[in-house]
């Protein structure tokens, strides 16, 4: 009903203005001479509920309260039409509160009607007319307060979406700038190595210099491939077919890792137990992306020829991953690995996704990057 009354608004506005009627005239014990015109009128205000409620509103109560007083001054009984008003002034709610005060006047209005209609013009009866007033009045407010709590609760429940969409878009692109970081920044960063040594051996090693120039062509190639994917997701529409940062990488890939910081000229001790390929998917990629930021640090803040290690433990009941170097920089050389950076963020992030702990600070001789992550961690 719901579809068919947003893709067909006016024949169900017709049709419910037709059910209404027929509803007051069985209310009203069949149609009257007089009170006949009056009530139809009254009903057809329904069609325009959504329209123009509170003019529709105006009209329907004027033509029912004339409808009383003209079948009262020839003895008729008067037309009954309470449930056009009370639907229109439950629409009128739904507009919003600058209307609910003339709709309030209508109300009573149609209380006042009710009032005069439950006797004969002429008697007091004022027993009988007070009788019919408080369920007119009740009824009427009833529908006006509905409307208006209706309304309340759409702008709640649009609020509440609109609030989710913003926090759904922030997560995105601060997912997004994440792995920005992770990818861009770690090829980045061996450019910059080897870039440093092969102009050390232009001169005195040609061929290792030739070699260095290579590998600096092969990463830059690589690094703008995911920089254009990354860019084509951020101008990806809704309607369009989001492709996600996918294929993620996995301790699979944690040897070529390795590999391409060696080459930039550092030397890497790799230690590993237990089995890495049993571990889940979201577990594979926060330890890659531990080890990968860690490293990239190293090759930023550290000279060429430092030396690192990087262990990885697994047991029955959790990981333990650890990267150190031994570059031997003070700690306040190194501002771009401090608390405060979006490496360690984008580290503590992922750690605690999975229900670990991080610990990353400087060591006697240079840096280490610690983290514990339960194998059955909550993987969010």
Known sequence: MRTFDASHPLPWDITLALLVTVASVNASMGLRPVGAPFLLVACSAVVFRR?????????????????VVVCGLIGEAPPWAYLAVWILLFHVGLRGTRVLVPAA????????????GAAEFGEMALDARWTAMPPVAAMSAAALLAGSQMRGAREDAKRHREEATREAVAAERSRIAR?????????????????????????????DAERAFVAIGEVSRASVGQLRHVLRLLRTTEDDFVHPLTPQPGLAQLGALIESVR????????????????????????????????????????????????RIAIDAGEVVVSIADRSAVPEIDRPGVSSDGHGIIGMR??????????EAGPTVVGWRVRATIPREGRDR
């Open 105 to 116: 006047f209508l109300a009573g209005a149609a209380a006042l009607v009710a009032f005069i």
């Open 179 to 207: 792995e920005m970081h992770d990818l861009i920044g770690h090829d980045l960063s061996v450019i910059a190595s080897l870039s440093a040594g092969g102009q050390a051996a232009a001169r005195s090693a040609p061929d």
């Open 349 to 358: 992030e992922r750690v605690d996704a999975l229900g670990g702990t991080l």
């Open 51 to 67: 329209r123009a409620p509170l003019p529709a509103l105006l009209v329907a109560v004027v033509a029912l309260g004339v409808g």
């Open 263 to 310: 080459r930039a000229g550092f030397r890497i001790d790799d230690e590993r137990h237990g089995d890495l390929a049993a571990l889940p998917p979201g577990h594979q990629l926060a330890v890659f992306r531990l080890v990968q930021e860690a490293l990239t640090n190293t090759m930023r803040h550290s000279g060429a020829g430092s030396a690192a290690s990087v």
